[in-house]
């Protein structure tokens, strides 16, 4: 039959899809080794990994890592009720057709995924000029073994998390505390560096570096 409403019926298809792949991954994270981190996504300048579509579709802002981490929390009906609304400006009818649901039961959907994801993603971005120069003293710092210079940029409530996906080195728990987090950096750099070469790329709309070993990416920095 004739399709009456093309957008719609491509965001039932693409929302069923979805749903689809956050059990999926839900279920492969079950044995995953370590912390999973979502897949960083460029946002500007030179490409990690090929052309990504949904950094064309949405906002850096959207495809922050702390909006990533967030959305994590949520059902994947939940997930699917905020991005279609919040995001792509879709309205509860073509939601609820999507999801198969009622309007109310979609409302209160995207009601509790605002509540979520307002209580955890920051409400102010940095200035990306600051932001970009404090990653270049942290790398600066790394590279050069400065142990005090890297404290001096590490807020004393740093966090590491890192995430190796079984195929690479990474600690499987998250690193608390400037001192602990310092002293791995540097053994990382002193172990790892000669052959690496950083560069900078922006991956959800922040600053990053990139480190690649024959000219092939292995390892991507965040500082937030």
Do not use: C
Not at 39 to 48: H, N
Not at 117 to 144: K, M, N, Q, Y
């Amino acid at each position: 039959r004739a399709v009456a409403n093309p957008r719609a019926y491509l965001a039932r298809i693409a929302a069923r899809l979805a749903l689809n792949a956050v059990r999926s991954a839900a279920r492969r994270r079950e044995d995953y080794p370590g912390e999973w981190l979502p897949e960083p996504l460029p946002t500007g300048g030179e490409p990690v990994a090929g052309t990504d579509p949904e950094a064309a579709a949405l906002t850096s802002a959207e495809v922050s890592t702390a909006m990533l981490v967030v959305l994590q929390t949520l059902s994947g009906p939940e997930r699917a009720a905020f991005i279609l609304h919040d995001v792509f400006g879709f309205g509860y009818p073509e939601i609820a057709g999507a999801l198969e649901s009622g309007q109310p039961a979609v409302r209160q959907l995207v009601h509790r995924a605002r509540g979520r994801v307002g209580a955890g993603v920051p409400r102010s971005t940095p200035d990306p000029a600051e932001h970009r120069a404090a990653v270049e003293r942290f790398l600066e710092a790394t590279l050069t073994g400065r142990l005090q210079s890297l404290l001096d940029v590490l807020a004393p409530s740093v966090v590491l998390h890192s995430d190796g996906g079984g195929k690479a080195s990474a600690a499987v728990r998250p690193v608390f505390g400037p001192e602990k987090v310092a002293r791995l950096m540097l053994g990382l750099a002193s172990k790892y560096a000669a052959g690496a070469v950083p560069g900078f790329v922006e991956l959800n709309g922040l600053p990053a570096v990139a480190f690649r070993e024959d000219g092939v990416i292995t390892t991507v920095f965040q500082v937030s």
